[in-house]
């Protein structure tokens, strides 16, 4: 079994920065492309940023600049920093990744961490 844990969520002020972490874990042979993505109330999930194993990163146009996807292969962990954060950031913020285990290839999500930015 696979397993995200997701860490750094809260409360800032507009201008402000937060780093998110989400930890995979398990029988895990390999993982691929993992990302983040968000749902804000009364509004459908969207894509965030995403991040290869190879380490090619993909932006979405509102977080471009300002928003910072990375990992670290050895811990199968995947970071967001995100800066200047604006009221429209508000949302959950879930990872994902594709991960490779002994019997077969699949997507897997993390629980989800509320990120609320206002004054």
């Known amino acids: 079994q696979v397993q995200l844990v997701e860490s750094g969520g809260g409360l800032v002020q507009p201008g402000g920065s937060l780093r998110l972490s989400c930890a995979a874990s398990g029988s895990i042979f390999s993982v691929n492309a993992m990302g983040w993505y968000r749902q804000a109330p009364g509004k459908q999930r969207e894509l965030v940023a995403t991040?290869?194993?190879?380490?090619?990163?993909n932006y979405a146009d509102s977080v471009k600049g300002r928003f910072t996807i990375s990992r670290d292969n050895a811990k199968n962990t995947v970071y967001l920093q995100m800066n200047s954060l604006k009221p429209e950031d508000t949302a959950v913020y879930s990872c994902n990744a594709n991960v490779v285990t002994r019997s077969l290839i699949s997507d897997y999500w993390g629980q989800g961490t509320q990120v609320t930015v206002s004054s």
């Open positions: 991040i290869t194993n190879g380490g090619s990163t």
